[in-house]
């Protein structure tokens, strides 16, 4: 997660770097915003943009980001710009129209409600936003599956909630929680000392909301289903403060606890008047027990809704490292397959407890978020999904609203501004069908192509693309591994079929079809990966597709066609990079090693091989002593 404070010099900048998808990647984006901001707003008043006075004798000691630390040490403020407050605010809702970030965090809000406010300061928040964390601060996160408790045989009948089993989850999560922070291995000092000396913090939440909204019939968003939301999200606060103090009189309260000053935190003043009074006298354990995470990966396993969403489509595609599927979501799918005659003579329709994202306005997102913010000490992850139709207006109407509600952040998305894993189903005409011709085109008896060199997780790589002299795709031939290895085998294999994909007949243009295979073969990942940030590669077929990316342009970085001359030299003169030279400098970055008029036929320099484990799969098979043995799960043949 990026942020930047809404004082900073390069705020305008920050706000609109997304819109070109190409600037960053591997991050959030998200602006800081005060109480002050916001008020001059409201008024449309003028707001300053400052830095710190650089010629100051102890800014490189004394500066750390905060610029209240700096105020409060009596330093100087220079004043680099003064915009319109309104005009920020009005770019940040562009921009999230256009590109879905920046996102949106009140970060003087978050510090005011903050539980440890008397001795550390929130000064950012975790990738997905609901831990707002200090420096050294660490995310120790669990959920319960709110799906799970209810009581449902029959998805045409309403279901039972489970309180009772609530209560008693709560409990034991703060519990569990609490015991992996004396079990963490704790590789830096600085979150060991800010965890264990510190915060003890933990973070319970929640996922399968939208199952469970489903399952008892009450559509998401509307006043009965907050009604409930607010009962469950309540019992779960009350219960996990209550285990937590519980705790504290077993094994002592957290190391900063002030029993005159966390009482007296705006969070803990809006607890029960019974559990204050027993946070007072025996102390509490955990600093911070509370967030919504995303549980992107968790519900999948466990089958429920991510976090506190709605159910983002009851039928749609999603892309993944297996493919392109089709799904139906598991309980529309139930009601479907009992009703599915009924519905296709059109005497059924879709309950309106079968909700989707798209099907909810913004404002019923925003407002089943602040419900549940009552009741977070942390914060929430949460994505306010909007339609195309959308206008700038509304998002700024509806950042408002965010504001108004009490909620620490916000993250927009109106339907089509970002590619995403999943993919809403659209309903299309028919065409007219055609009878499929296929047609290879023949390989011409000289070609141009260039090889380049990229480190891969199975080992160095040689990948050379030919073209037909109009860098219109031919070929592409991979060389990694020793001849006789499953790892040469299947890159062998892998460029023989690119290279089919390439020459079939295509009604796509030659860049559209290399594209295609980029969009397959881009971020598949294995068991390891190479580098980090945007030169990661994550595999051999990534690495594949980030040399076509360059190759062919498509990061806006063509590499143009030399046809090499029979003396080692280009037609410039220049001679080609050796042998050796490849091992002098090996990167995660796709290297040009030659271009050549035929393909090349190089081996990789004499480094370690490793072949693919036959038993646990993984490419840490290396030959050794005669025998074969793997580095990952320890199979052996001998």
């Excluded at 279901?159 to 703060?174: E, M, N, P, S």
């Excluded at 929640?206 to 009450?218: A, E, R, S, W």
């Excluded at 139930?334 to 005497?347: L, R, T």
Aim: hydrophobic residues 35%.
């Amino acid at each position: 997660m990026l942020m930047l404070w809404d004082w900073h010099p390069d705020l305008e900048d920050f706000i609109t770097v997304k819109q070109d998808l190409a600037r960053i990647n591997g991050a959030n984006l998200s602006v800081c915003f005060s109480d002050k901001f916001m008020e001059a707003v409201e008024k449309d008043a003028d707001w300053p943009l400052v830095f710190p006075d650089t010629t100051d004798p102890e800014y490189d000691e004394k500066w750390d980001g905060d610029l209240d630390v700096w105020k409060s040490l009596g330093k100087k403020i220079v004043v680099r710009k003064i915009v319109k407050a309104k005009k920020i605010w009005d770019l940040v809702a562009e921009a999230a129209w256009k590109s879905a970030e920046p996102g949106t965090v009140f970060m003087e809000r978050y510090n005011k409600m903050h539980n440890n406010y008397y001795w550390n300061r929130i000064n950012c928040v975790n990738p997905c936003g609901e831990e707002g964390l200090p420096a050294w601060g660490v995310c120790n996160l669990g959920s319960i599956n709110l799906s799970a408790l209810v009581k449902s045989k029959n998805i045409d009948k309403k279901g039972i909630f489970d309180f009772r089993t609530l209560k008693r989850l709560a409990r034991v999560a703060v519990r569990f929680q609490d015991n992996i922070i004396d079990m963490d291995p704790y590789i830096f000092e600085g979150i060991r000392k800010t965890q264990l000396e510190g915060e003890r913090r933990i973070g319970l939440g929640t996922m399968g909301l939208g199952d469970t909204l489903i399952k008892l019939h009450l559509r998401y968003g509307s006043d009965n289903a907050l009604e409930f939301i607010e009962k469950v999200y309540s019992i779960i606060r009350d219960e996990a403060y209550k285990a937590s103090v519980e705790i504290a009189k077993e094994k002592g309260f957290f190391p900063k606890f002030d029993n005159i000053k966390y009482p007296k935190g705006k969070f803990i003043q809006q607890l029960p008047e019974a559990l204050q009074k027993d946070i007072k006298k025996h102390g509490i354990r955990n600093s911070i027990l509370l967030m919504q995470a995303p549980t992107g990966s968790t519900s999948l396993m466990a089958n429920a809704t991510s976090g506190i969403e709605p159910v983002y489509e009851f039928e749609f595609t999603r892309r993944d490292r297996l493919g392109t599927h089709s799904i139906r979501h598991h309980l529309y799918d139930q009601w479907y397959k009992k009703h599915e005659k009924e519905i296709k003579e059109g005497k059924v329709k879709k309950p309106e407890w079968f909700v989707s994202s798209n099907e909810l306005s913004p404002e019923d997102h925003v407002k089943v978020q602040a419900v549940i913010q009552k009741y977070v000490d942390a914060s929430i992850s949460k994505t306010v999904n909007a339609p195309k139709t959308h206008t700038v207006e509304d998002v700024k109407r509806l950042y408002s609203l965010a504001y108004k509600l009490g909620l620490k952040g916000i993250a927009y998305m109106r339907d089509g501004s970002r590619p995403g894993v999943l993919e809403r189903i659209e309903e299309k005409k028919p065409a007219e069908v055609k009878p499929p011709t296929y047609t290879v085109q023949p390989r011409p008896m000289v070609v141009h192509g260039s090889t380049y060199r990229i480190n891969t997780p199975v080992g160095t790589a040689f990948i050379t693309i030919n073209t037909n002299g109009n860098m219109e795709p031919l070929e592409v031939f991979i060389n990694v591994g020793k001849a006789g290895t499953d790892v040469y085998a299947m890159a062998t294999g892998l460029g023989r079929i690119i290279s089919l994909a390439m020459r079939f007949a295509s009604p796509l243009s030659p860049k559209e079809r290399v594209s295609e295979i980029v969009d397959q073969m881009q971020g598949i990942g294995g068991a390891r990966s190479m580098g980090f940030g945007k030169e990661k590669v994550r595999s051999l077929p990534d690495a594949i597709a980030k040399v076509l990316s360059m190759h062919f342009g498509l990061n806006g970085q063509a590499q143009k066609t030399v046809v090499t001359n029979s003396n080692g030299s280009n037609g410039n003169g220049h001679a080609i990079p050796t042998l050796s030279d490849m091992k002098k400098s090996v990167t995660e970055n796709p290297t040009l090693v030659s271009s050549v008029s035929q393909p090349s036929l190089m081996q990789q320099p004499e480094t370690s091989h490793f072949d693919i484990c036959p038993s646990c799969g993984e490419a840490n098979l290396a030959i050794e002593e005669g025998c074969k043995k793997c580095y990952g799960c320890g199979y052996a043949e001998c």
